[in-house]
């Protein structure tokens, strides 16, 4: 029966105090930058642990609106939510350490930095053979222009809502990351793994079909995030993980949501997304070869289209099946008999074979080659007599096995080896917590990467969803989440009574 802890802390101290190489594998998602207040206490980043920190403020205004509605953390009212009151960061002005929330650095440097410091000690506690899975979101350095309307034109729900995040990118003005770009965080994350020791192995997409609607009308629809694959070694657990070969059709069909108006506002007016017309486009495109856009969720309908008329690709490979001698006969054999039998100007003069490829046959270095069983057809009733030497190149070059070609050798004719692009709906959930990843986008990093017996860490629990699948599929799990307020939900989740996991970690 497997176990589930989970652990109510700052996870960069928790994680200190666990012996080195105990995990298999880490699955999580950290707190995106600029996002959200999550209300948890505020924690001391860097600096000198013999400091005696004087603190100089940095104030930031609270997010969350007034919905009664609202979830857990600075989107729910509380004793220990911050709503309607500035989140304050402070400085040391001694030591340089910065004490506040993970998420809500003054600046996205500092936010990978204090990852960087998380991550290390996952590498630490990791086995040499585990890996580490982990989901990250951008964020634009962009400032939105409802933020600097009055009350009397903007609703005070929205105005409360954005002040934090333009609160933090207004601190960007000046530096490298210019107003409305994209600040690049999970490929600069990517960068400091890779600098810190991480191999990384893959860089997945999760590619939604129901993305978060929006109204700007200067770019694309963002409709995927980041899921990274790192490992510690380069050998490391791994069971290959399989799809259909033939992927289903993709349905624009996300339910019933609210519209989206040009000014931001909903008109709540519903609608059913497969009769929709003249949505934004998303940054997922998929095309035929006319350049039209495609519906199929994939360019081709299975590996054997596909390798037949993929760019560089040689025409001939991947059709499903190659052939394969495993029985001709000897080197010398073949030539002493063909050369006894034949000249190559006879065989030139007498078929469609070209010179060639016809003196290849002929050849003792390493230009030699066997006919091949179209052009040995052509030839072998000139040359064929009543012996055993002749009865044994025969067979030899006429014995083909089919096999299938190395572009399908990871597949059984149904499944090929699972791809990096993978379309998963994000799913609404009556619990309160306001950043849930779906079931079923942690399947393939745990199946993949825990062997029997082994040990999942997640270090942003939240939620609790990587505990509760490894519950359901009875594997041990850690997790570690900052918010006492999340507790709640975890243990109705998952199964989180423990006794050999307390002593372990």
Same mark, same amino acid.
């Given at each position: ?7 109510? #802390? ?43 920190? +004087? ?11 007034? @919905? ?83 009350? &009397? ?38 960068? #400091? ?21 929006? @109204? ?34 993709? &349905? ?24 929709? +017309? ?19 969720? @994939? ?30 006969? #000897? ?55 009543? @012996? ?46 306001? #950043? ?35 519950? +359901? ?24 009574g423990q006794t050999r996991l307390t002593d372990l970690f």
């Amino acid at each position: 029966m497997s176990e589930q802890k989970i652990v109510i #802390a700052n996870c960069l101290d928790h994680l200190k105090s666990m012996p080195d190489e105990c995990v298999d594998v880490c699955v999580t998602s950290p707190p995106y930058w600029a996002l959200r207040d999550y209300g948890s206490d505020p924690v001391i980043w860097g600096g000198r642990a013999d400091c005696e920190h +004087e603190w100089l403020e940095h104030r930031v205004p609270a997010r969350g609106g007034e @919905s009664p509605n609202a979830n857990v953390g600075a989107n729910r009212d509380g004793e220990g939510n911050n709503r309607g009151h500035p989140t304050v960061t402070q400085y040391c002005s001694k030591c340089g350490a910065w004490k506040g929330q993970l998420g809500l650095e003054p600046s996205p440097l500092e936010y990978i930095d204090h990852l960087m410091m998380i991550f290390d000690e996952v590498k630490r506690v990791l086995k040499p053979t585990g890996a580490c899975w982990v989901n990250l979101g951008d964020t634009y350095a962009t400032v939105s222009g409802s933020a600097f309307q009055t009350d &009397k034109k903007a609703s005070k729900r929205v105005t409360d809502s954005i002040k934090p995040v333009n609160e933090l990118r207004k601190g960007l003005k000046g530096s490298v990351f210019r107003e409305k770009s994209l600040c690049q965080i999970p490929s600069r994350f990517a960068v #400091a793994m890779t600098d810190h020791g991480w191999i990384l192995r893959n860089e997945c997409i999760w590619r939604k079909e129901n993305p978060m609607p929006t @109204s700007t009308r200067d770019r694309f629809t963002v409709d995927f995030e980041k899921f990274f694959f790192f490992v510690k070694s380069p050998k490391y657990y791994f069971k290959q993980q399989f799809e259909s070969m033939k992927q289903p059709i993709a &349905k624009y069909r996300f339910g019933h949501q609210k519209m989206g108006n040009n000014n931001g506002t909903y008109s709540g007016r519903m609608y059913d997304a497969t009769a929709l +017309e003249g949505r934004n486009v998303r940054t997922s495109w998929m095309f035929d070869d006319s350049g039209a856009d495609m519906k199929n969720t @994939s360019k081709w309908k299975d590996d054997v289209i596909e390798s037949s008329v993929r760019q560089g690709m040689n025409q001939n490979r991947g059709k499903g099946v190659v052939e394969k001698r495993y029985s001709l006969p #000897a080197k010398d054999l073949f030539l002493a008999y063909l050369r006894t039998h034949i000249k190559a100007k006879d065989i030139i003069e007498g078929t469609d074979i070209s010179q060639t490829t016809a003196e290849h046959w002929f050849r003792s270095d390493d230009g030699f080659s066997f006919p091949s069983v179209e052009d040995w057809i052509k030839v072998r009733d000139r040359i064929s007599e009543d @012996s055993e030497t002749f009865r044994i190149i025969d067979s030899g070059i006429m014995d083909i096995t089919y096999e299938t070609d190395g572009i399908l050798k990871n597949n059984d004719g149904e499944h090929r080896n699972a791809r990096t692009t993978w379309t998963i709906n994000t799913q609404a959930s009556p619990l309160e917590h306001c #950043a849930m990843f779906p079931k079923e986008l942690i399947k393939r990093p745990i199946d993949a990467c825990c062997p029997e017996g082994g040990v999942v860490l997640d270090p942003f629990c939240g939620s609790g969803t990587v505990l509760e699948y490894c519950w +359901e599929k009875d594997i041990d799990a850690i997790g570690i989440e900052i918010n006492p307020e999340y507790e709640k939900i975890i243990k109705q989740r998952a199964n989180t009574g423990q006794t050999r996991l307390t002593d372990l970690f």
